[in-house]
Structures are given as C-alpha cells and as structure tokens.
C-alpha cells in the first residue's frame, strides 16, 4: 500500500526520497502507462506549487499526451513545436522560469506561468517527455533540473 509520505529533508534529501518511492512503485512492472501514471501521482503529490504534470510519449515526429495529472492538455504536439516540442527535439532538459517569454509557447492551461520538461531517452532515441506546470513564475531550478532528470531515467531504465 501507498502512504503519503512526509518530505522533511533538504530539498536533494526530498527529491532522492521520491525516486526511490518510483523505484519501488515500478519495480518488476512492465506495463509503460501504468509505470508512467504512477510516476505522474507519485511528482503531483510531491511537488508543490505546480499544476499540471504528465507525460507526452513520442508517436513519429510528434508528440501524444500519456498519463498525467491536471486538467485536460493539449492531446498532441509536434517536435519542435512550444516547449515539450523542443525539449525533444533538441534533446535537453527546457527550463522555463516565464511561459510568456518562450516562443512559440503552447498554452494548454492559461494558470501555467513557469515550465520544465525533461527528454526521456531510451536506446539514444526519445521516447517521450516529462513535463510539469507551475502557476508561478521561476519555479523550477538548477536543483529540479538535476533530479527530474534522474527521475526519468530511472523511469526510463524500468
């Protein structure tokens, strides 16, 4: 059974916390959705200030939404394209500390002030990206950056 954890460490005590809970969450699990819609609760409930957390998984040159947490999103997005779009395309994690200033922003929420969104790559090819919405502007740092990123390859060597 799943408990509500309580995230009383540092911020990098917090973050390796949470991806040893998704490594215990998706161990000896196949199934990608399941893993995927687990790993989307399981940042919902610890990260704070955010509205909007998901996967995109890639499907040719685009984009298609996978499980999140939210409210609904944009269903597809092609590579290049807004700050998902480009994260794969580029192969590098987008930090985006005002939505308003990235062009070609895709806005699925109009409450999304700040964004990161990190490649997952699998076998040197993307095959998908995690991306999170905070309300606020600045939100995600060098410290977010740094851990999501762990937090998708641990997803992606499941």
């Known amino acids: 059974m799943f408990h509500r954890m309580a995230y009383n460490g540092t911020r990098e005590e917090n973050y390796t916390l ?5 490594k215990a969450l998706i161990a000896g699990e196949p199934n ?3 893993n995927l819609a687990n790993a989307a609760a399981l940042l919902n409930q610890f990260l704070e200030q955010i509205n909007w957390v998901g996967f995109y998984l890639a499907d040719g040159d685009e984009l298609v939404l996978g499980p999140f947490q939210g409210l609904p999103a944009c269903v597809r997005i092609p590579f290049g394209k807004g700050v998902c779009g480009t994260a794969a395309a580029e192969r590098r994690t987008v930090v985006v500390p005002d939505v308003h200033q990235f062009p070609g922003h895709i806005a699925c929420d109009a409450a999304s002030q700040s ?11 993307v095959i998908g990206v995690l991306d999170i919405d905070s309300p606020i502007k600045n939100r995600f ?6 851990y999501l990123e762990q937090f998708a390859a641990a997803l992606v060597s499941a």
């Open 115 to 125: 964004e990161i969104v990190v490649p997952l790559i699998k076998d040197g090819r």
């Open 32 to 34: 990608l959705i399941a």
């Open 18 to 22: 949470v991806i040893e809970q998704l």
């Open 141 to 146: 740092d060098d410290v977010d950056r740094r």
